[in-house]
Each structure stands twice: as C-alpha cells, then as structure tokens.
C-alpha cells in the first residue's frame, strides 16, 4: 500500500502501528520524507487521535488476523477488531477526514469462528456510524477480501518454504477453495473504495479461485520438486471454502463489472418490514463463495504464480 501511494505522489502519509520493530524497517527501506511513523494502538482513543489530526483519507487494517489466536482468545479479538476499530471511525469523524475505508474479510460473512465474529461486528460497527453521516462528512465503507497471495497468512509462502527445505508440503484439506487474490488487486481495491464509496457500502473484488490440493500440486511443478503432500486436517475455526457475499447481500448489492457494490440494510427499527415484508428471489440467489466462482485451471494458476514477485525471487534464488 506504501509503494502505491508513494508511486501517487501523496506527501503526507502517516502509519500509526504498535510494531516499532517493522517501523524502524520500514524507515530504513524507504528512506523517504513522505513517510511519518506514530507508535500507538487502536485499542487507545488518543493515541489515534495524534495520528489522525490534519488526515484526509484512512485504511484501517490494525486487526488480529489469526483464526487460531482468536479461538482462544476472543476478547482480545474483540478489543482491537471492534473497539478499536470504533476508535478509528470516531476519531475520523471529529478529525474530519473525507473518507474512512476499513478492512474486512471473507470470515465475517455467516462467520462461524471468533476472528469472523469480531469482522462482522467491525462492519456493523462501520455502518453504524455511517448511517449517523450525512453528505458532506466523512463517508465510511468497508472492503472484504480473503488471505492476499503471498501475504502474511497466505499458505502460498510456506509451501515455498517446505518445497525448499524439502520437506512434506502441510495440507489441510484437499478440497479447500481459496480466491486468488493478488496484492495489486487488494490495493486496487481499496483505491476503489476511495473512489466510489457511498456511507455504508462494502467492496468485493471478484477473484477465481482454486482448491489448496491444485495450489500445492501447481507449486511442485514450478519449482520442479517431488515432496511428499500431506494431510493434516482442518484447524480450528476453518472453512472449507471462502464466502465473500451473502445471497442476502447480493440481493441489494450493485455489479459493477469487476466489483460488486453492498449496500447497508437501510431498513429502521420499523418491525413490519421485518416480519410483514419479504423477498421472493432471495431464496433462488446464491452466495458468493470460492467453490462457485470461476475455478482457475493448472495452467491458469501457473501463470497467475509467476505474476507474484515472491515466486519469481524464490525461483531464481
């Protein structure tokens, strides 16, 4: 995200993080005045607030992203992926800033473990606040994706890793779907958002997808290795495939070619049009999810890998 908005020209922009260790890397890589780095944590109002004085535009990623982590330990899910998240939209708001995008997942969609709970609650949170909004004031949104490639929690770098150490490549489930979802798109993505963002709407970028047992096959094959494929089983929390709209959403969302718009539920606390008011189609729609997108090809997948430059870097090493 840093490159890309370098690569824009922004002048200002501020990382407020608690990690001083990936701040102090971060300044020695880029080595550029642009670039302001405040220590603090989203959990702490003011601490957010000192970063957020004189800001135009917001992505808010701060999150506990791990499933696991946040089965066992669900309030701390909760303290930094909804109250903290509600520090950041609040401290927008009274900054002024004109437009707060906040970073969601597939998990938060029918979630069923405590990292997709703490998402959904974060984009209830968001919308709430925006239906506060009028025009004119800080618009806030959300974008929805699953694991970027090659990203942290993405298990592309540690089939690499098992590949060159030789060792047996760790499957879950065979038949697991994951979207391919590269980092340029992720970005373009929140670009996106800033761009055509109303209050309350949630962003999907329309990706393919491919089962984690086609992933690890394919990786073989580019790295021309032979390890042993192994079966651990599922961890807890984990889904068998990745779901990134309802078919309740997409019932009141907007295609918009390359990205599906969702809009909030603008229905008030009028019960009628909850229990008196119905929809028809909604239950021949179908959600969105990695095992009914298009399902790329061994060939396609290969292609798609060699576009990621942790994949080129690790063949060439």
Do not use: W
Request: hydrophobic content about 40%; charged content about 25%.
């Amino acid at each position: 995200m840093v490159d890309y908005l370098l690569g824009k020209g922004y002048q200002d922009i501020r990382i407020l993080s608690r990690d001083e260790a990936k701040q102090e890397e971060m300044r020695i890589v880029y080595n550029r005045p642009e670039l302001k780095f405040y220590i603090g944590d989203v959990r702490d109002r003011h601490s957010v607030d000192k970063a957020m004085r004189g800001v135009d535009l917001v992505f808010h990623a701060a999150a506990l992203k791990q499933v696991p982590s946040c089965e066992f330990f669900p309030l701390e899910a909760v303290k930094t992926n909804i109250l903290g998240s509600q520090n950041v939209i609040d401290s927008a708001v009274e900054a002024g800033a004109k437009s707060v995008v906040c970073l969601s997942t597939d998990k938060a969609v029918m979630p069923v473990n405590a990292m997709g709970m703490s998402k959904a609650m974060m984009e209830k949170t968001a919308q709430a606040a925006s239906r506060q909004l009028g025009e004119g004031e800080t618009t806030i949104s959300c974008v929805r994706y699953g694991n970027v490639m090659c990203s942290r929690g993405s298990v592309i770098p540690l089939f690499i890793k098992q590949i060159q150490e030789g060792k047996p490549l760790s499957l879950t489930e065979p038949s697991m779907t994951r979207f391919m979802l590269s980092l340029p798109d992720a970005i373009e993505l929140v670009n996106f958002a800033f761009q055509h963002a109303r209050q309350g709407d949630i962003f999907i970028k329309k990706a393919p997808a491919c089962t984690v047992q086609m992933l690890a096959e394919t990786l073989l094959e580019l790295f021309e290795a032979n390890n042993e494929i192994r079966i651990i089983g599922m961890r807890h929390g984990e889904k068998l495939y990745e779901t990134l709209a309802s078919r309740e959403e997409l019932r009141r969302s907007e295609d918009m070619g390359a990205y599906y718009r969702v809009s909030f539920d603008d229905r008030d606390l009028n019960y009628s049009k909850y229990f008196t008011e119905g929809d028809v189609e909604e239950a021949s729609t179908q959600d969105y999810h990695s095992h009914n997108t298009y399902q790329l090809g061994k060939e396609e997948l290969k292609q798609l890998l060699l576009t990621l430059p942790e994949v080129r870097a690790a063949l060439n090493a």
